[in-house]
């Protein structure tokens, strides 16, 4: 039986539909709503993996502003309680698989531990890295995907298909409404996208950038050495931050915050784009441009992306950045490869038959091997 973990109402609804679906095709599914009022495992409080459920409470922790103490504790005391009700669950129900979405935040995180404990394969699913596309992978989300990160992959990859890539990106709506610069765009300048500073990515993924602040400061400091590089931000459209403090602080003669502009103008006009980890990089790529990476990214591959693990080997990459040349055929092969045999095709937010039948047949497909396994 596949057993689907649900804690919020975009997935449970998405999850439902699968649910159906593979039921249709005489699989056995199940949709399992999160919820305290259960009992608790209590034999399993022996081999509770506490040191992996206080690092899952660390980064919620470190999005609160205060009372970090106080909220640590009451998320440890809650954390606990759930994980031993997730592993009383699990007994009861005996899944062959269960699926979660993302599964790297704390909620979804402790469902996956208690998973396994009894090595049951959980498989994720999350986002797709390119347009109308969806990921659903058998070891993990972002960096920790199943992606080869051997460029030998890519240099000898041969499709199976003929695979169209998108030219088109699909636009984001800003949640709040963001300040507009009212400036032409530089003829030339490197794009540097904000993230969520909240968000997985930047929480788990980033070893050198604690913040957009902080990587606003590098870039700065950057631009003042260099009167050659124009910079041009834009703030994440999900994000709540409020960055007009930044704004005033930007010396103009460096750069400024291009909110009004699309992403994909912003990436087609630029030399170059800074990002930690964003799927802008992916972006970035299929608009043929050079990615540079600060953080862990699984599109963090030499010959694909640029590496910078410090601001000292940014600037140089900056400085040399005309004279850099990256094998377009081998990050084409990757796109390819992402597009063609990684992805499911089709978004979650509007699924199609087609895109149901090929996510039953992955999720179906991640199962059996585990099962041969």
């Known amino acids: 039986m596949i057993l689907f973990f649900v804690n ?3 997935s449970e609804k998405y999850f439902s539909i699968l649910k159906e679906h593979l039921l249709s095709e005489k699989e056995s599914a199940e949709v399992f709503r999160d919820s305290l009022f259960r009992w608790p495992d209590l034999h399993a409080l022996r081999e509770m993996p506490l040191n992996l459920i206080k ?3 660390n980064i919620e922790v470190a999005k609160a502003r205060r009372l970090k103490t106080i909220y640590f504790w009451l998320l440890f005391v809650k954390s606990c309680w759930l994980y031993l ?12 698989s269960v699926v979660v979405w993302n599964g790297l935040m704390l909620r979804r995180a402790l469902f996956v531990m208690a998973a396994q404990r009894f090595d049951i394969k959980t498989i994720f699913i999350e986002n797709g890295l390119l347009p109308e596309t969806t990921v659903v992978d058998g070891q993990g989300i972002n960096f920790k995907n199943s992606v080869p990160r051997s460029v030998s992959f890519y240099k000898e990859y041969q499709e199976k298909i003929p695979t169209e890539l998108p030219k088109k990106l699909v636009p984001r709506a800003a949640k709040t409404q963001k300040t507009v610069s009212g400036r032409p765009l530089p003829d030339r300048y490197v794009f540097v996208p904000f993230q969520v500073d909240t968000d997985s990515q930047i929480l788990l993924f980033s070893p050198w950038i604690t913040s957009m602040e902080h990587l606003f400061n590098v870039i700065m400091s950057i631009g003042r050495t260099d009167a050659n590089v124009k910079f041009v931000f834009k703030e994440h459209p999900s994000s ?9 602080e930007i010396d103009p003669e460096v750069g400024f915050f291009a909110n009004e502009y699309s992403t994909q103008e912003l990436i087609e006009k630029s030399d170059a784009v800074i990002t930690i980890n964003s ?3 992916i972006e970035s790529l299929l608009l043929n441009k050079k990615v540079i990476c600060l953080g862990d990214a699984f599109y963090n591959i030499e010959g694909i992306t640029l590496k910078a693990e ?4 940014l600037k140089h990459i900056i400085s ?4 850099i040349d990256l094998d377009r055929e081998i990050v084409c092969n990757f796109l390819r490869y992402l597009k063609g045999e990684y992805l499911v095709k089709g978004s979650w937010r509007s699924p199609s038959p087609e895109h149901l039948d090929h996510m039953m047949s992955r999720i179906l497909q ?5 099962d041969v396994s």
């Open 85 to 96: 009700c997730d592993v009383r669950t699990i007994k009861q129900k005996s899944p062959s």
């Open 310 to 313: 410090s601001a000292s080997e």
């Open 240 to 248: 709540p931050v409020d960055y007009r403090y930044l704004h005033s």
């Open 55 to 57: 690092e899952k409470i």
């Open 320 to 323: 040399s950045i005309d004279n």
């Open 8 to 10: 919020n109402r975009a």
């Open 366 to 370: 991640i199962k059996r091997s585990t």
């Open 279 to 281: 799927t802008v990089g």
